[in-house]
């Protein structure tokens, strides 16, 4: 995730900023389950299952991976100005089933939002879908296919265009971090 400040954060009358909070939510599309009312207000959502009717539930909430009220971007109450980056990464254990419903990822989907406080306001938030890391490579050559190429891949053999800061990648056989 990352979040990029535009703008200074507001600043109390005591010369305190709000801490803004990071939340990642998982939601989840074509969760099929009962619904009262579906044949009336949304015939569309019908599918077939073993409920009259069964319906397909889009956008579920299935976790919240930073915790209930998210984590803070700031070290203290210090107001921050434009500008001022944070990135974080997560990872998921990815659990077959919640509440024997099979977790899909291919209907899985990440929602970040930025708020202003714990409790406060939501400033800032975007989507992205979720996908199953590959696993690494036993060795360098196994995911090469010419060892002296002189193309960019990262750790997982695919090819980058884009170097990132403390990232592994690998190039003719060798591995290279960018600071």
Known sequence: MEVYFTDSTPVDGFG????????????????????????????????????????????MLRDMVTGQWGEDLLSGPTPVGPGYFVFS???????????????????????????????????NA????VTYPLPPPVSITEILPRINDNIIYDIYGRRVTEIKENTIYIKNNKKFIRF
């Open 16 to 59: 305190f900023s709000a801490l803004n909070y990071l939340n990642v939510a998982l939601i989840q599309d074509s969760v099929v389950g009962p619904q009262t009312g579906a044949l009336t207000y949304n015939p569309a959502g019908v599918v077939n299952g073993p409920w009259q009717p069964s319906y397909s539930h889009q956008h």
């Open 89 to 123: 990464r997560y990872t998921y254990p990815v659990p077959t089933y919640i509440n024997d419903v099979m977790f899909k990822v291919e209907h899985i989907r990440a929602v970040a939002f930025v708020t202003e406080g714990m409790y406060g306001e939501i400033i």
């Open 126 to 129: 975007d989507e992205c879908e």
